[in-house]
């Protein structure tokens, strides 16, 4: 009995399963902040505005003066499905991507030479999709979207010349919605119009995050970082509509009358290491290797909140990732720095494996950015970052997804334009 009523959960529920491509598997490497022309390159070991508040505490103790840094980051998300074969008629979702504004703000204030507190606000990671209502995947997901803010209060103290320490922590909000068709017509007999289940939450979660600052000669930096798992859980009743009778018995007898259920997800933790060096005064160089622990994120637990208690444990298939970037700075007047930089993420799922609410593949960012120095206390700057997604193939068959169909294809479009806006003051 268990074995069945667990078989009718997943046919029922897997469509409500989180957003883990775009939406989280989609680290968010882009602030409002300078370093976003660098494509991220050096960002534990740059500490040069009070953005490592957030990004590496320890670089806190390189600012001499109280700092403030803010600005306004624009996301334009662009996904155009190309389909090869599908179950169900419709169309192929047209541009399922949108515009997402993002604010920042970072405050670093000096206590002492060598010791600093600080604190960062900014987006995480997340974005959204919109394929609409009728497209060939309608099964898999219609709409959605996951966002997480952080807010990241942080300390940094300088031991000696050489070694600077910093801790932070972290408290996140998450939003999650996603949207459904659901297939009132599974066996082929009738033409009942499709249904919908939605799901809406919220939630805060709690973490933290490390670093340390070396610099063993004037110039040149090596910058360590961990950031710890987070979790998120989202509770809701789960909202059906135009569900068939049989369905709609099926569905209550599930979740009960309340229709409440509980997803789990895990924020992955997240290693990064960073060198920067200084070539003259005109140049400078920057690296990073990161590290993502992506497969616990790929695991949501979901909690049905019935007359008993069913906990299941939905699994991607996600794998770790590795994160690599290079970047260079070149002063070419005393008031203006130019920056530019590239990177690379490796996809957190295979073919096999993705899902059109998880069109990521692997992502290579390209990376510029201009900054001007007003006088003594305020620069202002931009930036703008190209961010491939790949063609991330989709390879479902009907057999693997008996009630959401085979659905084969690519993205033709799949990428983002970043661009920001930033302004740093001292005093």
């Known amino acids: 009995m268990r074995k069945i009523r667990s078989a009718l959960l997943a046919a029922l529920i897997i469509s409500l399963l989180p957003l ?8 968010l490497y882009e602030q409002a902040a300078p370093d976003m022309g660098l494509a991220a390159a050096g960002r534990a070991a740059l500490a040069q505005d009070a953005s490592t508040a957030a990004t590496n505490p320890a670089g806190m103790t390189r600012l001499e003066r109280n700092q403030l840094e803010g600005g306004f980051l624009g996301l334009l998300v662009k996904a155009e499905f190309d389909g090869d074969s599908s179950t169900f008629a419709g169309g192929d979702g047209g541009d399922a991507g949108d515009f997402v504004p993002i604010a920042g703000l970072s405050y670093v204030h000096s206590l002492s030479p060598d010791l600093k507190l600080g604190i960062g606000i900014g987006s995480y990671f997340g974005l959204g999709l919109d394929y609409g209502g009728s497209w060939a995947g309608r099964y898999y997901v219609q ?11 942080g300390i940094g103290y300088r031991i000696n010349e050489w070694l600077s320490v910093g ?25 009942t119009p499709d249904g919908k289940l939605k799901f809406d939450a919220d939630d805060v979660g709690y973490g933290y995050n490390l670093g340390i600052l070396l610099e063993p000669v004037v110039g040149t930096r090596f910058g360590l970082t961990y950031r710890s798992e987070v979790e998120l859980e989202f509770d809701d009743t789960v909202s059906a509509r135009n569900l068939s009778p049989a369905l709609e018995t099926i569905l209550d007898g599930i979740l009960g009358a309340n229709r409440k259920v509980d997803m789990e997800l895990t924020v992955p933790q997240a290693v990064m290491f960073s060198v920067y060096h200084q070539l003259n005064e005109q140049w400078a160089v920057m690296a990073n290797l990161g590290w993502q622990e992506q497969s616990a994120f790929g695991q949501t637990n979901i909690s049905l909140q019935a007359d008993t208690s069913t906990d ?3 699994d991607r298939n996600f794998h770790n990732t590795w ?15 130019l920056s530019v930089g590239v990177a690379y993420d490796e996809s957190p799922v295979d073919n096999k494996d993705r899902t059109p609410d998880m069109p990521l593949d692997r992502q290579i960012r390209y990376a510029t950015g201009l900054q001007y120095e007003l006088n003594e206390d305020m620069t202002i700057g931009a930036a703008y970052t190209f961010i491939d997604t790949g063609s991330a193939d989709i390879r479902q068959t009907a057999e693997d997804n008996p009630l959401r169909g085979e659905l084969i294809g690519d993205y033709k479009t799949n990428h983002l334009h970043a661009f920001n806006l930033n302004v740093v003051y001292r005093f």
């Not at 909000?173 to 033409?191: D, K, V």
């Open 323 to 337: 994160h690599y970037a290079l970047g260079t700075q070149y002063r070419f007047a005393p008031a203006w720095l």
């Open 143 to 153: 709409e959605g979207e996951l966002v997480v803010m952080g807010i990241n209060p």
């Open 167 to 191: 801790a932070g922590f972290s408290i996140l909000y998450g939003e999650l919605t996603q949207e459904a068709a659901i297939n009132n017509n599974p066996l082929g007999i009738g033409s």
């Open 20 to 27: 883990s491509g775009y939406a989280a598997g989609l680290w």
């Open 312 to 314: 299941l444990t939905a």
